[in-house]
Structures are given as C-alpha cells and as structure tokens.
C-alpha cells in the first residue's frame, strides 16, 4: 500500500512537472495560424494581434517584430488589451511597440477592458494616434492597395457599431469590424443584413487559458468552457469572426496548451 501511495504521489508530481514546463514554454512560443478567406485574385495580408497586456508579455516582441516583416503583412489589427490596465503608459513598451509596428504597415485598433478601466487609457489612446495609430472605435478607417479597397471599422470595448461609419462613397470592397470583445451580444448595433461587416476579428478570450481537446476551460464574460474562444467560426449569412487566443499573459500568469497566438489571415478578393 505504501508503495502504492508513492506511486501515485511521484506520478502526481511529474504530471505537475510536465505541466509546468508546457506551460512555461507555452508564454514563449508564438503560433502563427494562416487563415485565408476569399475566393479572388488580389490578395491582402493581416495580422491579427490582441491581448499582449504589456509588460505582461513573456514573448520576445523584437522577433515578432521581425516574423511580420518577414511575412509581408499589409497591415496590422490590434484589438484591444494592448496593455494591462495598472501599467505605466509611458514604460510598459506599449507604446514603443506600437511606434515599431507602425514602421512596418498600417495599424488599426480598437481599445480592450483594460485600456478603457485604465485612468489614463484616453490618454494612451491619444498617444497612439500620434504615432500614427489608425483608432476606429466608432468609426472607421479606409485601406488602400492598388485596386483593394478594405473599410476598417470598431468598436473598442463598449462602443456602439453602426454601419454608417462606413462611408458608402468608399465604395470599399470588404469590411473589417475589430471587436476587443468575442461575445455578438457586444456588438451594438449589428445585423444580419447586407450592411454587416465580412470580417470580425476579435480576442479577449485568451483562448480559455488551459487548453484540452481543443476547449478552453475558462474565459472572462463567458466563465467556464466557453463557446467563443478561438479560432474561426461562421455568423449569420455572410460574416466570418476569427478569435485570437492573445499573446500576454494578464492577470493570470500561465497558458496550458494554449501559445500565444497570431493570425496570419489572407483575405482575397
């Protein structure tokens, strides 16, 4: 019996083990997930970043960095949680971030919860917008290349979407709606007719933070095993939404399973 309780404790410890290490590994290592989408010829490249809550990111940003330009990505989405809610604006490395991203292609973004409880998080957004940050809450922005004509719109983390952002003048060939939050129920205004958005990318979930048989086990405003964490899904008639599992780390410290995540998403048109 007593050799039998060791057996069970020295299994308990190394399943721990292995657990831990996983887990360790998995603040580290960035997934780059290609989705593509369309059925065109004109080609245009996004990435989708969300959640990297600075300074709580364990990854190394300089080779982020480096894999986008690598990728030859046209622009850049950032949906929100950029930084963590207590961090300081002015040296968390968001905003350097941001000014490295720009160097690279356009940026979009739309504010997380934790910029918008943050109580300099207006100011942060200003900050941005002086590095050249394109910020669409509640309305929109137009991508340009060579014949492709993208309308970008958002709505942060509480701001309403209404279709009449979108100039109809643009004459824009696809719609993209950032959305900090998964859940459709937060996206105010939306519908299913012929003025809903192509495109919804959206993060917050962390992906469920442990990851099993490819579920998440829980996620803020869904609780447990929830529905909308990751990955791609269909809505309504025309509407696609893809959820990054993000890239920091938050309030909790660990990710199982579950790497940080960038969609590499190709849309042609």
């Not at 039998?4 to 308990?12: G, K, T, W």
């Not at 937060?186 to 959206?202: F, H, I, M, N, Q």
């Amino acid at each position: 019996m007593e050799v039998y309780s060791i057996v069970i404790v020295a299994v308990c410890i190394l399943v721990f083990c292995i657990a831990f290490v996983s887990a360790f590994i998995d603040n580290k290592t960035v997934v780059y997930e290609p989705f593509a989408l369309g059925e065109g010829v004109r080609k245009v490249r996004i990435a989708h970043l969300s959640d990297l809550h600075f300074p709580k990111q364990a990854v190394d940003t300089e080779r982020l960095l480096y894999e986008l330009k690598q990728r030859e990505i046209d622009f850049v989405a950032l949906t929100g949680d950029l930084m963590g809610r207590r961090s300081d604006i002015f040296t968390c490395g968001a905003l350097e971030f941001a000014r490295e991203l720009t160097a690279i292609c356009p940026v979009y973004y739309v504010r997380g919860n934790h910029e918008t409880e943050h109580r300099h998080g207006d100011l942060f957004v200003e900050e941005l917008k002086k590095l050249g940050v394109h910020v669409v809450e509640g309305s929109a922005a137009l991508f340009e290349k060579e014949e492709i004509k993208i309308a970008v719109a958002g709505v942060g983390d509480e701001a309403a979407f209404s279709p009449a952002q979108i100039p109809a003048e643009w004459a824009a060939d696809y719609t993209l709606l950032l959305a900090h939050h998964p859940e459709r129920k937060r996206w105010k205004g939306y519908t299913d007719g012929a003025s809903s958005p192509d495109l919804v990318l959206a993060g917050h979930a962390h992906g469920g933070q442990f990851r099993m048989f490819g579920m998440g086990a829980f996620a803020p405003d869904q609780g447990l095993f929830p529905r909308v964490a990751a990955g791609r899904r269909r809505i309504g008639d025309k509407t696609e939404l893809i959820v990054s599992r993000g890239i920091g780390r938050s309030e909790f410290p660990l990710r199982l399973n579950n790497p940080p995540h960038v969609p590499i998403i190709e849309i042609t048109i």
